[in-house]
């Protein structure tokens, strides 16, 4: 009778920590940029953060949805990207509006020019929204026509996780070209290492295919080498020369 009742209690408690789980890692990701988000809005500059970043993952999580296509894994990873290209669209979109109304350079660049010279560098939110369209029909036809190779599914979900995996790379070339972390959220790094090795470590315990738990691993190292920088950027200052101009430095290319 004891067992029995014992029974009862843990089976909720078990379906309650597997729901918590999902949630988690449906909206975790996304928790970090909130505090970069805010301070963006906040100081209407956006030197300090890559929006590299987000193209990073736009590019993984597409990828990871095409990849599902090829092989079914837990539903709350496919959300889970769905919702992370959600945000990084709406951080795009902050960060073009704040960019160009700080900017002097009045030429207006566009997808449609085709300049790679200027890629990712473009003057309007709808020239992001029209490249990652573009991205995702050529992809997504891609993969229709090579869905039944399983060499093709398992590169496609091999290049979604690494893709991710090199995350933090962007912002840690910009730091590491700035001497500084200056105008990077601290508090976004922290939830990424958190989030990231809370994900590897789901991946892990839920036999995800093993490309996940491996780009989560480094991904976890490359979240560890920019909290490093934060420690050597501040500790041993690098000094800048004094600008000539009292313009924002806004104008500098994401």
Request: proline share 4%.
């Amino acid at each position: 009778m004891e067992a029995g009742g014992l029974e009862w209690l843990l089976v909720p408690m078990q379906q309650l920590v597997s729901w918590g789980a999902a949630g988690a890692m449906v909206f975790g990701g996304v928790v970090p940029y909130i505090p970069q988000y805010r301070d963006i809005r906040r100081t209407q500059n956006v030197e300090g953060f890559s929006t590299y970043v987000c193209l990073v993952l736009l590019v993984a999580n597409i990828l990871r949805i095409l990849f599902w296509f090829g092989r079914h894994f837990e539903s709350p990873l496919l959300w889970q990207s769905i919702i992370m290209i959600i945000t990084m669209l709406l951080m795009l979109k902050l960060c073009t509006e704040v960019r160009v109304s700080n900017e002097l350079n009045i030429k207006r660049r566009s997808f449609a020019d085709f300049d790679l010279n200027y890629f990712w560098h473009w003057s309007k939110f709808t020239d992001y929204v029209q490249c990652v369209l573009t991205f995702t029909g050529v992809t997504g036809y891609i993969t229709y026509l090579w869905l039944d190779s399983s060499l093709f599914v398992e590169t496609l979900g091999f290049l979604a996780v690494f893709t991710e995996a090199m995350l933090g790379v962007p912002q840690l070339y910009r730091n590491y070209q700035n001497r500084s972390t200056e105008g990077m959220s601290v508090k976004m790094v922290l939830m990424w290492t958190s989030g990231d090795t809370f994900k590897t470590v789901y991946f892990i315990l839920n036999q995800a295919p093993f490309q996940f738990s491996i780009c989560g691993l480094l991904q976890v190292f490359v979240d560890i080498a920019i909290l490093l920088q934060v420690y050597l950027y501040s500790y041993y200052p690098h000094q800048k020369p004094v600008p000539h101009t009292a313009h924002p430095a806004s104008t500098k290319a994401l």
